[in-house]
């Protein structure tokens, strides 16, 4: 008797695949940027610099858990989702606040306005589509 291993539910269907395309592009502008500019400048804005690095390796997280699909990788993708966002809110509101403290501008920075507001807007899309995602799977 072999047992018969149950497929993920996919979550990169429909909608899925746009939120997947979009979190892919800010993954490379998230990790592109920061690298460069800790190679090339660390000393100059170091917590902005490395709150973009944290940011694309949040952006690459949740891209896996998308593409692999399932249950688990749901949950995990909307448990970083809401730490995503937490973050551009904590950060944007920060950059305002205290603009000294980021000489130098994060992908967070301004709750995205470089990255024309996606940072902010991507999460609120990506947990509201985890979550109807839950619903079509447990129907």
């Not at 490379?28 to 694309?56: K, N, W």
């Amino acid at each position: 008797m072999t047992a018969v291993q149950e497929k993920p539910a996919r979550l990169i269907s429909g909608p899925g695949i746009l939120l997947v395309w979009f979190y892919g592009v800010m993954v490379v502008g998230a990790v592109s940027r920061s690298a460069y500019q800790i190679a090339t400048d660390f000393d100059r804005a170091p917590l902005a610099y490395s709150l973009s690095a944290a940011a694309g390796m949040v952006y690459g997280f949740i891209t896996y858990s998308l593409v692999r699909g399932g249950e688990r990788a749901r949950r995990a993708a909307l448990v970083c989702c809401a730490a995503e966002l937490a973050g551009v809110l904590i950060v944007g509101t920060w950059t305002l606040a205290d603009p000294s403290a980021f000489p130098d501008a994060t992908v967070w920075s301004d709750y995205g306005m470089g990255y024309v507001f996606i940072p902010v807007l991507l999460p609120l899309s990506a947990m509201y589509w985890l979550r109807r995602s839950r619903e079509r799977v447990t129907r």
